[in-house]
């Protein structure tokens, strides 16, 4: 048994078909570029210059806080109206010929329930399903992931579909 309570990874590669079980336990995903603005870059050169890190030991969380804010997740409502959601959600991506595992699907619910938390709400709600554009995908390509922000902003929230969508045109 190991007291692992949060876990971050970070990776310049993807993992190989045999490595999915283990991709799938890391369910919240981003992929970022290279830097692209010259302000962001000097940024993180001035950081480097003046040694800026985060220590582990500057993060000063309790086992009693975070006790507590399990405990607040844990107590978080989630209805049969929030699984006919992500069940539309998964039905939408096998049309579309993407399979997201069932132990992904199950994060979900983890995920979805933090997202209300962290808004401030003792229940989930449509908005909160948002989060699920950076889980869903398979692949770290750029269309499939756009896909799976289409798909998931469309079911769960069309009016940020449709700003989205707005935006994406006027790039």
């Not at 890391?26 to 220590?55: H, Q």
């Not at 929030?82 to 699907?105: A, Y």
């Not at 998931?152 to 994406?168: E, F, G, H, K, Y």
């Amino acid at each position: 048994k190991v007291p692992l309570e949060f876990c971050v990874a970070l990776s310049n590669g993807w993992y190989e078909d045999d490595q999915r079980a283990l991709a799938d336990r890391f369910p919240l995903r981003y992929v970022s570029s290279y830097i692209a603005e010259k302000g962001s870059r000097f940024s993180m050169w001035r950081d480097r210059v003046n040694s800026a890190t985060c220590d582990i030991d500057d993060i000063d969380i309790t086992d009693e806080e975070l006790e507590a804010v399990h405990k607040m997740w844990s107590q978080v409502e989630v209805s049969d109206g929030s699984f006919e959601v992500l069940n539309v959600i998964c039905e939408e991506f096998k049309k579309e010929g993407l399979q997201p595992s069932d132990r992904l699907t199950n994060y979900c619910i983890d995920l979805i329930r933090a997202e209300a938390l962290l808004n401030g709400r003792t229940s989930v709600e449509t908005e909160d399903f948002a989060i699920l554009q950076h889980v869903l995908w398979q692949e770290p390509d750029a269309k499939e992931i756009n896909k799976a922000k289409q798909i998931v902003l469309r079911v769960a929230t069309p009016m940020m579909d449709d700003i989205n969508t707005a935006v994406d045109s006027a790039k």
